[in-house]
């Protein structure tokens, strides 16, 4: 039914603004690493400015219940991908350097669907689901599977994230540049005693580690995990947004001329935040500042791409985050020492790790040039839903038993009169590790099955404290979570606790 009225709305835009019902959108999806919803100037940040970001806001719809649906990254690019909570799958948590695919090949994701619909279909950036098949990637050889055996035509990824070792390249199956005589040695054991490493040579940093990340060192950087070889092909961190946005370009002008699906994956404000020379010291913030002005940069120059192909009223854009902000996430980068006033995550408690809102609701924009009416939108939409929504804008049907958690709100991303968006939302912190959020409408049920949770001040991520297994909220009286009303709403949280069980139990949520 949904789906239905999602066709009809459409329709009648379409109708409206005199396009061929026939025209679907390329779509361009562009998520940002660990930004918050106070990051952006456009969502109230006043320390820095982001004028790309604030324009496409401006020109589309700025959602203010936009989330992902992970506070980390792993499980919200799973869900974003399949369209699946990530706490239904095997090891959706944050992946370590070596993991094998996650997403099994023959899953239908929101790039087979796509493809399916006959777009090109390319990712390029921070990947971070692991690849190859049980015993992990050959890093010397085909890395398969991968991104190519979930439903994208072409990849350029960083693998897995750049605080964890290798730095390199893959694109399609391989390292590229890699020298047959220097191959490429990845593991979580230290190669040789003498291997250099970020305990060892820690006064030859050029940024200081301030938690884990004291292993293999790389640009003067030490990392998780453990490295030896592949010189030729290894990056420098400063170049990475530059790479991805020469990568993206490419990408959209090679399929300016049929419909195309671009999953940018930026890296930027994920530590170690390394923005090149150009944007060191852009803003008062320290690197987590520049580094959100560098992200802010890689927005403009895709849109300048699409305005230059003559594409911008042929594109749906999609701006988010994969999860919220942290401060200090592992390296002394100043993020702590420079925050002055900004806020982060904006109003919200919490941040990455958490399932307080700063971990989940994120900047999230949609534009649509001549067919989204530019404004705000109060409703609730997730990276989760982007497969399903995508799905119907394109006529695409879903098989019953894929995109199990994704809801058709394509005509609230759009920003269609009388349309909605979802009901409720679960949050999950990592993995499958009993901790979820449940927002339906104006309430919100933290549950914690381990009694445990991260300090939820963003600014202290590491402390773990103990919690009451269920917590309630009123995000409407409260929306920064800090009256536990349980007490005083007893049915209303034993109504919420039976809908999340029941999401959880039934394993699925779409109907
Ligand atoms: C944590 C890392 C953190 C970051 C995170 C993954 C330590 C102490 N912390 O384990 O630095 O890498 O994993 O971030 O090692 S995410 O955004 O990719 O999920
Ligand atoms: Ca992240």
Known sequence: MNRLIT???VAVVLLVTNQSPAETPNIVVIMADDLGYGDVSCYGATALETPNIDQLASEGLRFTSGYCSASTCTPTRYSFLTGTYAFRGERTGIA???SPAII???????ASVLRRAGYATGVVGKWHLGLGGPDGPDWNGELEPGPLEIGFDTCFLLPTTNDR??????HDHRVPNLDPSDPLWVGSKKPAPEHPTGLTHRDTLKM???HGHNSTIHNGISRIGF?????AARFRDEDLADKWVEKSNEFIEQHQNEPFFLFFASHD??????????FQGATSLGFRGDAIVEFDWCVGEVMKTLDRLDLADKTLVVLCSDNGPVLDDGYEDGAIEKIGNHRAAGQYTGGKYSVYEGGTRTPFITRWTNRIQPGVSDEIVCTIDLAASLAALCDQSLPANACLDSFDVAGALLGIDGASGREHIVQQNNGNNGTYALRAGQWKLHRYDKQTARNIVVEKQLANTEVPQFQLFNLVDDPSELQN???QHSEIADRLKSQLAEIIQSGRSRP
């Open 104 to 110: 099994q090949p023959g899953t239908e994701t929101i």
């Open 96 to 98: 370590p350097p070596n």
């Open 269 to 278: 404000i994920h530590v170690p935040r390394m923005p090149h020379e150009r």
């Open 7 to 9: 066709t009809l709305f």
């Open 485 to 487: 009303v349980i007490d």
């Open 208 to 210: 200081n580690w301030s």
């Open 165 to 170: 070792v290798p730095q390199v390249y893959v």
């Open 227 to 231: 490295y030896t070889g592949g010189h």
